[in-house]
């Protein structure tokens, strides 16, 4: 079956815009989480999500990064007034059901976001 | 707060070689322990869940060991190859909804 998809692949913008990232997930799956890679660090928890809630948001950087998901499905994490610091990969990943112990989380190819 | 450490952060053997990439975490009170691969310029793939009950997990030439109590979780490549070049990432799973992930260990597997 068809994995969790990720779109743009990659993206280009200059410092001060703002731009949407969006992710697919799983056909069925109730979580979805979206995580950070950036360059020479580990990749980063940003936000969780349960259906259309999101119930730990604690990962986000600062208040310019926002994330919302509709109809328990798409989700789309959006950085307003872009900053260089932002260039990274960012991944989205799904689940089954949060809670389960034996949940695995399915990524996505991310997007690569490069802030000029 | 969780930390997860990967050693070495690098590899380089040759084909054929069997080989152990280990993973220590901080704080024993985990619900599970993932493994991952990631190619370059692509997402990850999960390669292995140990539940925090389990001992290991085995999967063709991987096997992936955990032991809670003293905090690390080792992965086990049999006979490797050339594709298995890639970087192998521990991630833990410790209360909440979070992964916390290791930086990550390069493996190249040279023909």
């Known amino acids: 079956g068809a994995g969790v998809s990720q779109s743009p692949s990659n993206k280009v913008t200059e410092k001060g815009k703002d731009v949407e990232l969006r992710c697919d997930p799983i056909s069925g799956h109730t979580a979805l989480y979206w995580y950070r890679q950036s360059l020479g660090q580990g990749l980063e928890f940003l936000i969780y999500?349960?259906?259309?809630?999101?119930?730990?948001k604690s990962g986000l950087p600062s208040d310019r990064f926002s994330a919302e998901r509709t109809g328990g499905s798409v989700s789309t994490l959006t950085i307003q007034r872009t900053q260089q610091e932002d260039s990274a990969v960012y991944l989205c990943a799904s689940s089954l059901e949060q809670g389960r112990v034996q949940d695995t989380q399915y990524f996505g190819p991310g997007t690569r976001l490069l802030v000029l | 707060k969780q930390e997860v450490t990967q050693i070495p952060a690098a590899l380089s053997v040759p084909e054929g070689e069997n080989l152990v990439l280990n993973c220590s975490f901080t704080d024993s009170a985990i619900y599970n322990l993932q493994w991952f691969r990631q190619d370059p310029g692509k997402g990850l793939t999960s390669l292995l869940l140990i539940q925090s009950s389990q001992r290991e997990q085995t999967s063709g030439r991987l096997n992936a060991s955990l032991d809670k109590s003293s905090g690390r979780s080792t992965l086990y490549i049999a006979a490797s190859q050339p594709g298995d070049s890639a970087t192998y990432l521990c991630a833990v799973k410790s209360g909440g909804s979070r992964l916390t992930f290791g930086e990550g260990t390069q493996l190249t597997v040279n023909p």
């Open positions: 999500f349960q259906g259309n809630s999101a119930p730990d």
